[in-house]
């Protein structure tokens, strides 16, 4: 996501039984729920900043998802779902995150089944038992308004946005805008990033709206009163980036971009409401060269198809899997290059917990720097200038311990200057291997902080990983650029403590090179007047054989303090 802060807003309440809104073929099912509540028999995923999202032990394998629209622009909706879950350990029931509207019908397999649905609480119990290691698909059958879930801090809701008519001067409008843990308020799903599924969408909406999902365009039938396209999203996604866009769009198709695996071509496609401007169009037409930068440094795109969805609620962009969610206002190419990096980070290589989203929001703001040394830009400038903006503002390490960090400065931009001090120690090919390795899932597929450390460790040593370690835990900002200057020898102790380093030439009176002091991996970046004449590293001291000392005025230190 783009610059914005969040908060929880967890939703307790009694159990509200929905047996009186249940047709008759499930009425006497819903009648055997027994009068205690069962929701202390579920355990959720344990998130340190949601803690009652998820449930702990099950793992949702795929959702078959039929949304119905009548009327866009509206949060009227209804829903037919069948979720394909598997339990990891023997699970007393299944527990789902749903704040939509009241359940009429649930299914076991195909059969009826027990069900409660805690609407206070945001969640919606299947009273049945699943052992370790089996599976079942469980159909979920709903109509109604789907769930409000208020943004406490800025005044818009998270999960599905109704865009009216006079707002919208086409015709009304919907989409989903879930992060962190909207999506529940359309979809009963286990609403946590941890458990990425895949997903098929199937959108029935009116004749003449436009409909569109995460994932690659199959099926499409049109009646006399409706129109129904099917998406296929076939690698799994955490449940906050399905995209789902149904009204008055434009849809735009552009050249296939040779970014996927092997080269092969990726599908391209951004949707536009009527009337955006050109001037607003113009940053996607180099949407493929962005992607094409991208992959050099992450590796194949990961996805079928990628394209942006323009819409005209004032709200932050949002990476949404295969089709980010750009508000008109927010149309650049720094937020496009943001919103399509995170197709790798976050989309593919998914969060174990809410307080590691700095996970995805580093990478991706680390993004913006590639694509602008792309340009032929500084991105050391830009470096620079994050650093500065953390110093006038103030930092934190980078695990959030309360949710109003998860989309703070320090998430973006502190987390973007790690990965830099990681390439400025180890060169821009070892970089290029790790950025790449961990894209591809070799760090997990699901990933914390730790680990992260401990592949940096694996691919890029000890060293790294302990530099990596000053940028993830310090409470203080890290320091992390070159600077060239002079220095008086004898060579100042204090600037040899820590993991401080430097190398230089003499002028005049040159030296033997020497590598002073134990190395702990933190390379020498080579001074502009060619080879050093000594390199120091980590902790130690120079003694140089000259009287009087010797003057260096070309000297890189790469100081980074602990």
């Excluded at 650093?387 to 998860?406: C, E, K, S, Y």
């Excluded at 597929?445 to 940096?456: C, K, N």
């Excluded at 380093?501 to 080579?526: F, H, L, Q």
Aim: no cysteine; glycine share 10%; proline share 9%.
């Amino acid at each position: 996501m783009h610059s914005v802060v969040r908060f929880s807003n967890p939703l307790r309440g009694g159990l509200l039984v929905g047996a009186m809104l249940l047709p008759a073929p499930f009425l006497a099912a819903a009648q055997t729920v027994p009068a205690a509540s069962p929701a202390t028999q579920v355990r959720p995923v344990g998130d340190t900043l949601y803690p009652t999202l998820g449930q702990a032990g099950l793992d949702a394998v795929h959702y078959d998802v039929h949304l119905t629209v009548t009327q866009p622009g509206t949060r009227a909706l209804s829903g037919d779902v069948t979720a394909t879950l598997r339990a990891r350990q023997s699970l007393p029931l299944i527990s789902l995150d749903f704040l939509g509207p009241a359940v009429t019908a649930a299914l076991w397999d195909g059969q009826p089944v027990p069900f409660r649905q805690d609407r206070a609480g945001g969640k919606l119990l299947i009273l049945r038992a699943l052992p370790a290691g089996q599976e079942a698909r469980v159909t979920l059958r709903y109509a109604g308004l789907a769930g409000v879930l208020p943004d406490p801090v800025f005044p818009f809701t998270l999960g599905w946005q109704a865009v009216p008519d006079p707002l919208n001067a086409a015709g009304g409008a919907n989409f989903a805008f879930s992060e962190p843990d909207g999506t529940r308020t359309f979809l009963p799903v286990n609403d946590h990033p941890s458990d990425p599924a895949t997903f098929t969408v199937t959108l029935t909406v009116p004749p003449g709206t436009t409909a569109a999902a995460s994932g690659f365009r199959g099926q499409v039938t049109d009646t006399p009163g409706a129109h129904t396209v099917t998406f296929h999203q076939t690698r799994p996604i955490p449940t906050y980036a399905l995209a789902v866009h149904l009204g008055p769009l434009e849809a735009v198709d552009s050249p296939g971009v040779p970014v996927g695996p092997g080269g092969t071509l990726i599908t391209r496609r951004d949707y536009f409401p009527p009337g955006t401007a050109d001037a607003a169009r113009a940053p996607y037409r180099r949407t493929g060269e962005i992607l094409e930068a991208l992959s050099d440094w992450f590796g194949p795109y990961p996805f079928a198809t990628y394209g942006s969805a323009v819409v005209t609620a004032r709200l932050p962009a949002l990476e949404t899997a295969t089709l980010s969610t750009m508000p008109v206002t927010s149309s650049s190419e720094r937020v496009i290059v943001h919103e399509a990096a995170h197709q790798w980070f976050g989309n593919t290589v998914a969060l174990r917990d809410w307080s590691d989203v700095w996970l995805n929001e580093g990478f991706a703001t680390y993004a913006e720097l590639l694509w602008a040394e792309h340009q032929g830009q500084d991105g050391q400038a830009l470096a620079h200038a994050w650093h500065a903006t953390l110093q006038r503002r103030g930092t934190r390490p980078l695990i959030a311990v309360t949710p109003d960090q998860m989309f703070d400065t320090s998430a973006y931009q502190r987390g973007a200057l790690a990965l830099h001090a990681l390439r400025l120690h180890a060169g821009d090919p070892a970089f290029r291997r790790f950025l790449r390795g961990y894209a591809a899932g070799e760090a997990g597929a699901v990933v914390g902080t730790g680990d992260l450390l401990a592949y940096v460790h694996r691919t890029l040593g000890p060293g790294a990983a302990v530099l990596l370690r000053q940028w993830v835990e310090a409470p203080e900002l890290p320091s992390y650029r070159l600077r060239l200057n002079g220095l008086q020898s004898p060579f100042n102790p204090s600037e040899a403590s820590g993991s401080n380093t430097g190398s230089g030439r003499g002028a005049g009176n040159p030296v033997k090179s020497r590598i002073v002091g134990e190395t702990n991996g933190i390379r020498i970046t080579p001074p502009r007047s060619g080879n050093p004449d000594f390199a120091l590293r980590n902790v130690g001291y120079l003694t140089l054989p000259v009287p009087g000392g010797v003057r260096f005025p070309h000297v890189a230190i790469w100081k980074e303090h602990r």
